[in-house]
């Protein structure tokens, strides 16, 4: 049946962009704590 092909095709997207979105988030969380590190190193050289 088609419908059920495209109803499986926009869960299997949906899945695949929340995935991506997941992965961007965790990358800029680790970025964003390796620059909060570098950061206190710094402060504490001063």
Same mark, same amino acid.
């Given at each position: 049946? #088609? #419908?059920? +092909?495209?109803?499986? $095709?926009? &869960?299997?997207? &949906? *899945?695949?962009?929340? !995935? +991506? +979105? *997941?992965?961007?988030? *965790? $990358? &800029?969380?680790?970025?964003?704590? #390796? =620059? !909060?590190? =570098?950061?206190? /190193?710094? !402060? /504490?050289?001063?």
């Amino acid at each position: 049946d #088609g #419908g059920v +092909n495209d109803t499986l $095709y926009d &869960q299997l997207e &949906q *899945a695949m962009s929340e !995935a +991506n +979105n *997941a992965t961007r988030h *965790a $990358y &800029q969380e680790t970025f964003r704590r #390796g =620059k !909060a590190e =570098k950061d206190a /190193i710094e !402060a /504490i050289r001063r």
